[in-house]
């Protein structure tokens, strides 16, 4: 286990694991690609046989394995935060892989950057979809309460979340709380236009899950960060977004209309190629 504790590694990859055998070892080779680094996988009481042999085979590998029981990803990361030491943090889920060299740029982008908290990059989709989803250049105060636009998988510095007190426990959309909570202290970024991620298109992403529950989920990162909301009209102003988001988000949060079909309008808005793509699959299903 004491394989996986770099003293001089400056990443540490956390990954919580609930039932992901068949995904996880592909996720920790891909962290394995970048070095020096810690790998923390954090099993959040998986119950699958499968999983838990896996989860066994890593230990063996020299793997850092915590147990827990199953208390959901924000609980997880927090736990294998607390049992590393490397200065820049990287979330990275049990069925995606991380882009070694482009973590590289990241890396050399917060150290070239003092003034930035976060560093990030593009997702390159796979799995049932294949696409390159670009990632916005700045974190825009006001933008990030309407949508969530930077990926999970960004390299945080350890003392940025810290001080935010780590992932909150929130019912949902644990990164969006993060990336709120850096906006409501006026931190700022620096993106790396190139893939860092590869994305995982699957039916079991967590989030397709919560898309009925996104305004019930977003009502509640609203009031964690009541600061942040009460600066949203001159934030509006200062922001970089497009006039049409800019117009629209506010419109489509303000129509009565359900979760699910307010989340699909917004993904028009912001992501028009991508989401048109989506309908007509689901229209082929």
Not at 85 to 111: I, N, S
Not at 118 to 139: E, I, K, N, V
Not at 188 to 212: D, E
Request: charge should be neutral; charged fraction near 25%; hydrophobic fraction near 40%.
């Amino acid at each position: 286990m004491q394989a996986s504790i770099e003293t001089d590694a400056r990443v540490v990859f956390v990954t919580p694991c609930f039932n992901d055998g068949a995904t996880l070892r592909e996720t920790v080779a891909s962290a394995r690609e970048y070095q020096p680094a810690e790998i923390v996988v954090v099993d959040d009481g998986s119950s699958d046989p499968a999983t838990l042999a896996t989860l066994d085979e890593l230990v063996a590998d020299g793997v850092l394995v915590l147990r827990q029981d199953h208390q959901g990803p924000s609980a997880a990361r927090r736990k294998g935060l607390e049992a590393s030491r490397a200065p820049y943090v990287f979330p990275l889920d049990a069925d995606d892989l991380v882009v070694a060299d482009t973590l590289a740029d990241l890396v050399a982008a917060l150290d070239e950057s003092p003034e930035a908290m976060l560093a990030w990059g593009d997702l390159q989709c796979f799995g049932m979809s294949t696409r390159l989803q670009r990632s916005p250049s700045a974190l825009d105060p006001w933008l990030i309460t309407h949508v969530n636009p930077l990926p999970y998988a960004s390299l945080m510095r350890r003392d940025a979340l810290n001080t935010i007190g780590g992932w909150g426990e929130v019912s949902g959309f644990e990164d969006w709380d993060i990336w709120m909570g850096f906006a409501e202290r006026g931190w700022q970024g620096v993106h790396v236009p190139r893939p860092v991620l590869r994305y995982r298109i699957h039916g079991g992403r967590r989030w397709q899950g919560n898309a009925p529950r996104h305004d019930a989920i977003h009502g509640e990162l609203a009031r964690r960060h009541p600061a942040l909301l009460a600066a949203r009209s001159s934030n509006w102003r200062r922001s970089s977004a497009p006039v049409t988001w800019k117009l629209l988000l506010p419109l489509i949060a303000a129509l009565p209309l359900s979760s699910r079909l307010k989340v699909r309008l917004r993904s028009l808005v912001t992501h028009p190629v991508e989401s048109t793509r989506a309908v007509r699959r689901r229209a082929r299903v």
